[in-house]
Each structure stands twice: as C-alpha cells, then as structure tokens.
C-alpha cells in the first residue's frame, strides 16, 4: 500500500484509502490544503457546513494541481436542497465537479429521499463522479435503497478501534459500500491509550499513525485531520509498516463504541 493506493467504488471508480479531514482547519487553509496536496495528501474532505470550501478552492489553485490527480469529498445538509446544494458547494471549491458528494446527515424524519434524489441527478449530470451518505444507520441505507434503488457508494461515520461495529461493517461488504472513517484519531482524546501506545512504540511509530494504519489494514478509509505541518507529515507516513493480525484483533478489542462526539449515529 502507498498513497497513491486506491479502492475501488461499486460504481468502478477509484478512490484513494485515506484523506485529510478539513472540519476546523480554520487557520491558513488554503496554505494547510496546498502543502497537504504537494506532501502527496490524494483525497481531501470538507463539506457546505465547515467554511473550509473557500480555502480549499484556493488551496487547490495554489498548489497547480491536475483536476485528476485529487479526489474531493463534499456533503450537502439535512436541510439544503440537495442538487442547488451540490452547485453552491462546487462554486465555493471553484471545480466543475466533486469525487464524492455525501448527505451530510440523515434528517430527523425518514432516510431523505428527497436529498437522494437530488444527489442522484447531480450525479447524472457530471456534478458529481459518485454519491454517499454520511452518519447513517445501516437501517437507515436500507430504507434509503428500498426508497430508490440506488445504494450509496460510501457511508462516512465515526470510526477507530475505540468507536466501530462488526455489524456495520458486514452489513456494508454485502452492499459493497465503502465505510469512511471519521474522527480516526479520536479528536486527540484517546491518543494516551496505554495498548494502543504499547503497539506504537513496538514498530518505533506514534499512536496516531497506528490509528491510521488500523484503517487502512481494515479496508476502512480514514481522513485524519491536521492543521499542524508536523501533524500532516505525520499522518501520511504510515505505509512503511504493518500491523500483525495479532495486534489488529488486539485494538478491534478496544472497542467500547466510544466517540468523540457523543455518540456513534450507527449503533
Ligand atoms: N461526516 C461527519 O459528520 C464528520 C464528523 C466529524 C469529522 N468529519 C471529518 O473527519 C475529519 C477528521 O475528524 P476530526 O477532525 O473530528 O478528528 P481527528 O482527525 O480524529 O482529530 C483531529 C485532531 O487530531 C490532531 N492530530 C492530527 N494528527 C495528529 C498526530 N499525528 N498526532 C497527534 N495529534 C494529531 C489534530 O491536531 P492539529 O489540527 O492541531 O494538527 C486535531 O486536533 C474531519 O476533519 C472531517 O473532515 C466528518
């Protein structure tokens, strides 16, 4: 595996396994984006809600970077109307069209067929290459799929060895949907672990990067974020080294459906 390794969609497009997550990356994004794609960052993930689109846009345009040589994820809310959403998000990004573009989160009532459908036809009209959900339940894809034949390409939820569910993965290999982590590093708040520290030290790496690694050897897609330059260094170097199967089953074990931003909106 190196950066450049990708996974394939159900649709047959590529998607890289791991991106930079940008939700407050607030200070010097456009700087933080270009750097991130000349260190060879290969996806970056932002959304309508985060006010990182302008920056990124800007980023993108700074670093002199090939439209194809990025892949770019992008959500549209519970509330917007999905297809004009989709259009404000590319004007602020200043590109023709997303790689992703996800329903931020289901709305309160039902699983967003509406939201759906306006995905499905920016998507049908080049806005999008696929489209995703992001923080729904596996009953909630199901109902969305029954609604209107049409399976996300990737569900984006909460996910690291102390937040995660066999379950929700299963359920996602059978509809060869891709699960894409958020909060991989726990937002900081379990980087201190005692196991987890134990398997760093082992393979001379830091906590954050076997949260990374765990990711990637698990097929799930994690979009670490990091406003500091030794912290984006950091993140992406975890290609030379691997974690045996022992201690994959050993930080699975950890799991305590943790999160760190309450709760997980899967279990
Ligand atoms: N779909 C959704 O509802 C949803 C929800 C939450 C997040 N997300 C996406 O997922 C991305 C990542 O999640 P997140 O931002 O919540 O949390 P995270 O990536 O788990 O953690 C980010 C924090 O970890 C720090 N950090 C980064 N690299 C580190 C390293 N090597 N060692 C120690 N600390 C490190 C960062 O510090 P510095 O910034 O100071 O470098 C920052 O404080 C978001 O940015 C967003 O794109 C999506």
């Not at 998000?89 to 590109?95: C, P, S, T, V, W």
């Not at 806005?127 to 109902?143: C, E, K």
């Amino acid at each position: 595996m190196t950066p450049q390794t990708t996974i394939e969609l159900r649709s047959g497009n590529a998607m890289p396994v791991l991106g930079l997550g940008t939700w407050q990356l607030t200070d010097h994004t456009a700087e933080t984006i270009a750097k991130a794609l000349e260190l060879g960052y290969p996806m970056i993930d932002t959304s309508g809600d985060y006010g990182t689109q302008p920056g990124i846009g800007e980023g993108i345009e700074r670093s002199g970077m090939a439209r194809d040589a990025f892949f770019l994820v992008t959500k549209v809310e519970e509330t917007d109307d999905a297809y004009q959403a989709v259009k404000d998000n590319l004007d602020q990004l200043k590109l023709d069209y997303a790689d992703l573009m996800l329903i931020h989160r289901p709305p309160p009532q039902g699983p967003g067929t509406e939201l759906w459908e306006g995905l499905m036809r920016a998507r049908d009209e080049g806005l999008t290459r696929d489209i995703g959900v992001s923080n729904y339940s596996a009953g909630q894809i199901d109902a969305l799929i029954e609604a209107t034949q049409e399976t996300p390409a990737v569900n984006q939820i909460e996910w690291s060895p102390f937040g995660h569910s066999d379950a929700m993965l299963r359920h996602a290999k059978a509809h060869r949907m891709v699960i894409q982590a958020y909060s991989p590093l726990t937002r900081e708040k379990r980087l201190d672990d005692a196991v987890l520290k134990r398997v760093a030290d082992s393979h001379g790496k830091t906590p954050a990067q076997v949260l990374i690694r765990w990711n990637l050897q698990l097929g799930t897609v994690p979009l670490p974020k990091a406003n500091q330059e030794k912290h984006l260094h950091e993140d992406l170097d975890v290609f030379d080294f691997s974690l045996s199967d022992d201690e994959m089953n050993t930080l699975s074990q950890l799991n305590e459906h943790y999160s760190s931003l309450g709760r997980l909106p899967y279990i």
